[in-house]
């Protein structure tokens, strides 16, 4: 977007669902900002509120540590459009959750039925795994995991061919993060890890999302809203007759 562009921008434009580029390179956005950036733009891709509000927490946890979250957002929504829900959400077994009929899983879908089924699958106790997958973009996962080791109370290994990480009961993260973020889709096992799990948990306040990213999410989420025309400022506001 152009400086001429943003100029042109109406204030308070109800289309706009975040703060307009600041330059070539994107735009610096706070945490909650990122979070509420990308959930606007997963419910735009049609996801429902509820994951919807996965994505944008899992874009922040993953952005708060250093992490682009909010590119492993915008490329997980570009991967599943026009796949049904029976394609994205796992199947639960009792020590597997995978796609029906061959298809991949959604990380979002993924992370959120872990977070819901973990404790009954009684992961970290007698050395109990779990197969995951084929999930596509596995990095979004890390939040749902970190969530779920706080939940079980379990330090937990997720493992798979490329590589290990380790989630911390108390939030911290170790491990070959770098390489989890290069994968596009894998298989892997998740497990209880004894022992410590240490890591400069720095929280970064923001981050600069760049801008081939900021205006996808923006595409995205411009979806949800309706284009201001003449007709929806003259109706805008309380109407004193009624």
Not at 21 to 41: P, T, V, Y
Not at 214 to 234: E, I, K, Q
Request: aromatic share 4%; hydrophobic share 40%; net charge negative.
């Amino acid at each position: 977007m152009t400086s001429a562009a943003i100029d042109d921008l109406e204030p308070n434009d109800p289309t706009r669902s975040g703060p307009p580029l600041l330059g070539e390179d994107g735009a610096w956005l706070s945490n909650n900002e990122i979070e509420q950036l990308c959930l606007k733009a997963a419910r735009g891709a049609g996801m429902s509120w509820g994951l919807a509000e996965e994505a944008g927490f899992a874009a922040a946890w993953l952005a708060r540590r250093g992490i682009d979250g909010p590119l492993a957002v915008l490329t997980q929504l570009n991967h599943a459009q026009g796949r049904g829900w029976n394609e994205i959400c796992p199947v639960v077994a009792p020590d597997r959750l995978y796609p029906a009929d061959g298809h991949i899983l959604c990380p979002i879908a993924l992370g959120a039925a872990l977070c819901d089924h973990g404790t009954l699958l009684g992961l970290g106790a007698d050395q109990k795994s779990l197969r995951i997958g084929p999930v596509s973009h596995p990095i979004l996962l890390l939040p749902f995991l970190s969530d779920l080791a706080r939940t079980c109370g379990v330090n937990l290994r997720l493992a798979w061919p490329g590589g290990t990480v380790l989630l911390g009961v108390d939030g911290s993260l170790l491990g070959d993060v770098d390489v989890l973020g290069a994968e596009t889709a894998f298989e892997a096992e998740i497990s209880g890890h004894v022992g410590s799990v240490s890591h400069d948990q720095r929280t970064p306040q923001t981050r600069l999302v760049a801008s081939d990213t900021l205006g996808g999410l923006n595409t995205y989420a411009l979806t949800t809203t309706v284009p201001a025309s003449d007709a929806s400022r003259a109706g805008a506001g309380a109407d004193d007759n009624e």
